[in-house]
């Protein structure tokens, strides 16, 4: 099982970045993915969520508005395009599936597979 995460990078407040996660080695398509986020000295959060089939979203109140989570299951791959950047975003980022029922998406101990993590950095 594979989940590689890929598009961070260093952005200026205001500005937008997609990652990507590539997943591989498990039946994609009967999970529910999801982005976590953990900055440093604080605890792993989550960000978003997507059913398995994509036809349903979740966001954290604090990203609504100008984070978007999509998938491609022909792809194997979920993004996350994030908009309008601010400091607080800095963190790195990671993927994850779970195929627990959908209700528990935004608790991150119901995730079967995790992957490295990719960094986001906004400067001010």
């Known amino acids: 099982v594979q989940l590689q995460a890929s598009g961070g990078g260093l952005v200026q407040a205001g500005g937008s970045l997609r990652l990507s996660c590539a997943a591989s080695?498990?039946?994609?398509?009967?999970?529910?993915m999801g982005w976590f986020r953990q900055a440093p000295g604080k605890e792993r959060d989550f960000v978003a969520g997507?059913?398995?089939?994509?036809?349903?979203?979740t966001y954290a109140d604090s990203v609504k508005g100008r984070f978007t989570i999509s998938r491609d299951n022909a792809k194997n791959t979920i993004y996350l395009g994030m908009n309008s950047l601010n400091p607080e975003d800095t963190a790195v980022y990671y993927c994850?599936?779970?195929?627990?029922?959908?209700?528990?998406?935004?608790?991150?101990?119901?995730?079967?597979?995790w992957g490295q993590g990719t960094q986001v950095t906004v400067s001010s």
């Open positions: 994850a599936a779970h195929n627990s029922p959908w209700s528990s998406t935004s608790t991150a101990q119901v995730y079967h597979y």
């Open positions: 080695g498990f039946t994609f398509r009967s999970y529910h």
């Open positions: 997507i059913t398995r089939g994509g036809n349903g979203v």
